[in-house]
T-cell receptor
């Protein structure tokens, strides 16, 4: 069935370093890929998204890249700060069944001051 | 971004009682809202898709008679957990769809069934 994989499951970086989270999806017809940040006890917050007609998108310290051929997409956070510590979820908008968004299992990011 | 609220933020109830959770889109209208459940250290699991003015579409394995969803207006969807049991204890999160794809999430409701 439709599936989104995400790696790594946990990631620790020093403050100021970069963090990269990678995802793969199974439905080649997927055309929308959002990323969410979830802090403890809160709902997910949309931080960036990308559509299949674009290969890369950047918003300040956050960037997302998409490789449709390989069905990979990645989140890049530069100059990490302690407040970036959270769980990050990638997602893919699946179209094989009725439209719905499938979430990856999440990456727990810790930024060490 | 669009703002979605949920009420209550947390609730404790006795086993066998029913609990209603409200999800509101505050500054936009949402034809489609979604209900998710999240267990500790796990991802979001879609429970059902709620469409204004029509019956909700439930995911496989989700009991429609236990988790009642009503989407009576373009800004409000409700989830009622009927005859709640301890295994229903979880973090319930709603989202509202903007356009055809983008979802904005509420802050979640933590349910504890004793």
């Amino acid at each position: 069935g439709e599936n989104v994989e995400q790696h790594p499951s946990t990631l620790s970086v020093q403050e100021g370093d970069s963090a990269v989270i990678k995802c793969t999806y199974s439905d080649s017809a997927s055309n929308y890929f959002p990323w969410y940040k979830q802090e403890l006890g809160k709902g997910p917050q949309l931080i960036i998204d990308i559509r299949s007609n674009v290969g890369e998108k950047k918003d300040q310290r956050i960037a997302v890249t998409l490789n449709k051929t390989a069905k990979h997409f990645s989140l890049h956070i530069t100059e990490t700060q302690p407040e970036d510590s959270a769980v990050y979820f990638c997602a893919a908008h699946m179209k094989t069944s009725y439209d719905k968004v499938i979430f990856g299992p999440g990456t727990s990011l810790s930024v060490i001051p | 971004g669009a703002v979605v609220s949920q009420h209550p933020s947390w609730v404790i109830c006795k086993s066998g009682t029913s609990v209603k959770i409200e999800c509101r889109s505050l500054d936009f209208q949402a034809t489609t809202m979604f209900w998710y459940r999240q267990f500790p250290k796990q991802s979001l699991m879609l429970m059902a898709t709620s469409n204004e003015g029509s019956k909700a579409t439930y995911e496989q394995g989700v009991e429609k008679d236990k988790f009642l969803i009503n989407h009576a207006s373009l800004t409000l969807s409700t989830l009622t957990v009927t005859s709640a049991h301890p295994e229903d204890s979880s973090f319930y999160i709603c989202s509202a769809e903007v356009g055809e794809e983008t979802q904005y999430f509420g802050p979640g409701t933590r349910l504890l069934v004793l």
